[in-house]
Structures are given as C-alpha cells and as structure tokens.
C-alpha cells in the first residue's frame, strides 16, 4: 500500500480550510432602491384633509426625517404629524422587492395604525397602493408623491370605500428643511465671487 505524501496532504487540509474560512458574499440593495433616497434628510409638510366618511376636514403640519437603515436595503422615515389638539409619530420602511419588481412601504404610528403599500415610480411620481379594513369596511387607498424639484414634492390621498369611486382624503406639500435659507446663502457668495474676479 502506497502512502500518500505528506505535502499532499498538508495541501488537501490547507484547501478545506480555505473553503470554510470564505464567508457567503453579502447582498447588495437593489439599484431601483437608489430613487428613493431623494427621500433622505429633513422635510417639512403642510396640507388639509377632506370632510368624508373618514373624518372631519382640517389642516395639518408635519416633519418628516428619512435616512438610510445599516445595510442601506430601506430608508427609514421618521414623522411627526399635528392636527389640531391630535399628535401622531410614525415609522416607515421604504424598500424595493426585486423578486415583485415592486417598491414597499410599512408604516406603524402611535394611533395604532398600520400601513402595507406597494409602490410603482413613473417619471416623477411615485404611485403607492394599499388595502386595508377599516371600521368593518374595505378602504383601498391610492397615495401619490410627485416630485415638483429637487427640494418639494406635492402628495395627494385618494380612497375607494367599499369599491365605492377614488374621493380626495388628502392633499399637502412637502419641502426639504432648510431648502430656501440655503439657496439664499449661495447668491451672495455667487455674486462676492464675480465682484472679485472684476
């Protein structure tokens, strides 16, 4: 019987170890996800709710702070939102299924609500969809984002009740905090750059 040389074997151990020393390649966020980062940062929100079987008409302000989660697969949005005497906080996640080729949205806020949406992006607006039972009826929603600049976006709520046709809930805009104050800061130093260069 013929013994199997020792370099060999110190080669076959060296391979095997190798092997188990590789960890699994980590995913990568799907690139559709790279959109919704014009979600990130610090917003500011303003609008007006509709009188239906919903609620009462009002008006409401809000903030809105979005950021990256470790992994960077949702971008995490934190709301804050007065309505009269009425506060509520929420959190988002907002993802992208590449299995669905669809954007995702869960919300939980401190009124006890929870939101399951899907999300399509078409140019500049983002049209989201959900379905969800409500005061023992069927509420399809439609809530759509359209980006009017790099700092604003308009947001719109239409609901179905009961297969009933889309109604307004909802209208508001949203700016990004600080949008105005910085684009006043770069004219002056714009226009000190020229006077220098005279």
Wanted: proline share 6%.
């Amino acid at each position: 019987m013929k013994r199997v040389p020792t370099f060999c074997l110190v080669a076959l151990m060296f391979s095997a170890m190798l092997s188990l020393a590789q960890a699994p390649s980590m995913p990568k966020p799907a690139p559709e996800l790279e959109k919704a980062k014009f979600f990130l940062g610090d917003w500011k929100l303003s609008g007006d709710v509709k009188a239906g079987p919903m609620g009462p008409a009002g008006t409401f302000t809000g903030t809105q702070h979005g950021q990256l989660m470790p992994g960077k697969f949702f971008v995490v949005l934190n709301s804050n939102t007065i309505m009269g005497p009425m506060k509520v906080t929420g959190t988002g996640y907002l993802g992208y299924n590449p299995e669905d080729k669809v954007y995702t949205y869960h919300e939980f806020s401190s009124d006890g609500e929870m939101v399951d949406a899907r999300g399509t992006l078409e140019g500049d607006t983002w049209t989201w969809t959900s379905e969800n039972k409500m005061q023992g009826k069927m509420v399809k929603g439609r809530f759509i984002e359209k980006i009017t600049s790099p700092t604003s976006y308009d947001i719109k709520f239409e609901a179905s009740v009961d297969g009933g046709e889309y109604a307004t809930v909802m209208e508001a805009k949203a700016t990004k905090a600080g949008a105005a104050t910085k684009a006043g800061a770069k004219e002056p130093a714009a226009a000190k750059e020229k006077d220098a260069k005279k």
